[in-house]
Structure formats: structure tokens, C-alpha cells
């Protein structure tokens, strides 16, 4: 359970103000059909933090050695302070489902790639080294994606008026930050 609510917490948080989470609200106010969006939003998190975590993980199990353990936890620490970055997003780009395409093969697409070397993706990858639990941390990751994408397709441009972004940023911050040393307090003995 602890690798579920922590890949969850960890994503929902880091992906306050994310791309991603720009690119679901462009969707939304562009499509305006949230049902198809929210479940491409789904399937392209699964398939890539499915993939992502079992990278992670098979690194784990291959690389058990300190300094990969320590490595993973400056990974964490590296991510507090890329979470601080702000995201953009070009809004005046054209967005167009393709013709053969609707709205969720575009949205699985998009989410797709964009998810590719994103902050999120790369928390997953850690998430994975840091568990031994695969599923709990696919499954953690995307709901953490699903808490913070589904409310940006349903409530759109009113959201991103009326929730402080930075704050939510500095918060997914210093979780990473929190956990990349709790990690590294945990190498040195000091939780027994």
C-alpha cells in the first residue's frame, strides 16, 4: 500500500501546472467531449508508466548495489527541484482530431508522447526502483495522473484561475525532497 499512496501523492502533486496537465485542459476547451479525453488520458498513463515502472524496476533488480540506491534517491532530490521549473504550453498551436482519428486516439497519442521524459514519467521510473511492487506503483501513478488530469478536462480554464499553481508545484517539491531524503537517511541506518 505505501508504493501506491506514494507513487499517487507524488504524481498527483507533481503534475500541478505540468504540461500534461495543460495539454488536458487545451483538449477539453477545444473538443469539449471529456468522457473520450479522460479515458485517452488513462490508457496512454497506464501503457507509459507501465512501461516506465518496469524500467525502474528491472534496474532495481539488476543494480542493487548502494550506489544505485543511492543514485535513486538523488533522482528524488533532482525532481524536487525540477518540479519548481513551471511548465508551458503553446495554447495557440492548431489542435485538430485527425479525420480517421477522434478525440481518445488523439488524446491516447498526445498524452502518449508528451508523457515521454516528462517529470512524471521519470518519478515513475524511480517510483519503480524504489518499490518492489510494479503494479501498486502503475496503479499508483495513474491515479495520481487521474486525480490531477480528470478535474483540468472536466472544469478546464476555471480551474486554472482559481488553484495557485506554484504552491502545488512547491508541494510536489517537497515531497520529492522528503522522500529522496528519508531514502537517503534510511542508507545511512538512521530508521534502524
Not at 82 to 96: H, M, Q
Not at 148 to 155: H, I
Request: no cysteine; charged share 15%.
Amino acid at each position: 500500500m505505501e508504493a501506491l499512496f506514494t507513487s499517487a501523492a507524488l504524481v498527483a502533486l507533481a503534475e500541478m501546472g505540468d504540461k500534461t496537465q495543460l495539454l488536458a485542459m487545451l483538449l477539453a476547451t477545444r473538443f469539449r467531449k471529456p468522457v473520450p479525453i479522460i479515458l485517452g488520458i488513462f490508457a496512454a498513463t497506464v501503457a507509459n508508466h507501465f512501461l516506465a515502472a518496469l524500467v525502474g524496476h528491472s534496474i532495481a533488480g539488476v543494480l542493487t548495489q548502494d550506489w544505485f540506491r543511492y543514485a535513486v534517491a538523488a533522482s528524488f532530490i533532482a525532481m524536487a527541484a525540477w518540479t519548481l521549473i513551471p511548465d508551458t504550453f503553446d495554447e495557440d498551436a492548431p489542435l485538430k482530431a485527425p479525420t480517421k482519428a477522434g478525440v481518445f486516439v488523439t488524446t491516447l497519442v498526445a498524452f502518449f508522447l508528451v508523457e515521454m521524459g516528462d517529470k512524471t514519467q521519470v518519478a515513475t521510473v524511480a517510483l519503480g526502483a524504489r518499490f518492489d511492487n510494479l503494479v501498486a506503483v502503475t496503479m499508483g501513478t495513474t491515479l495520481g495522473m487521474m486525480i490531477a488530469n480528470v478535474p483540468a478536462v472536466l472544469f478546464g480554464e476555471a480551474l486554472a484561475k482559481k488553484v495557485p499553481m506554484r504552491a502545488l508545484q512547491i508541494g510536489a517539491a517537497l515531497l520529492f525532497l522528503g522522500l529522496g531524503l528519508w531514502m537517503l537517511a534510511d542508507l545511512q541506518g538512521w530508521f534502524g
